[in-house]
């Protein structure tokens, strides 16, 4: 089951990376999608499809372009570690920002039932039992 949670991680960022943004299916409907740990200015808790949406929603608004790209996917058993760099040139200010994020994605039946986004490799590999 756990080479099946990396395919499904990577084919949702592969289409997120692709532009699309309608990605729901990979999500259980009571998902929870935690960016608390990522110092991001936005970050929270978001509950649902409907809550996954707005976070996305919100979180692409500012910018003028905006890039992923995956660097590695560590395979946890019921969760998946994502390294990724995200990049953008803010609409506002006009200024290109480059960030790597660690994401632990939680599967359950070929389901996403939580994200969580860190600040660290440290960070992730911690919270799914990799590290001490």
């Not at 990522?38 to 409907?50: E, F, K």
């Not at 995956?70 to 998946?80: E, H, N, P, R």
């Not at 570690?81 to 039946?109: P, Y």
């Amino acid at each position: 089951m756990s080479q099946e949670n990396v395919e499904i991680v990577k084919e949702f960022t592969r289409r997120f990376a692709a532009g699309d943004r309608v990605t729901s299916e990979y999500f259980a409907p009571e998902i929870v999608w935690d960016t608390t740990a990522s110092g991001m200015p936005s970050a929270g808790v978001y509950r649902g499809h409907q809550g996954v949406r707005r976070f996305f929603r919100d979180w692409l608004a500012p910018w003028d372009d905006y890039e992923i790209e995956t660097s590695d996917c560590i395979d946890a058993g019921d969760a998946v570690v994502l390294v990724f760099r995200q990049a953008g040139t803010g609409r506002g200010s006009g200024v290109r920002i480059e960030r790597d994020f660690f994401g632990v994605w939680d599967l359950k039946d070929s389901m996403v039932v939580r994200f969580r986004l860190f600040e660290s490799r440290e960070q992730a590999l911690e919270a799914v039992g990799l590290r001490k």
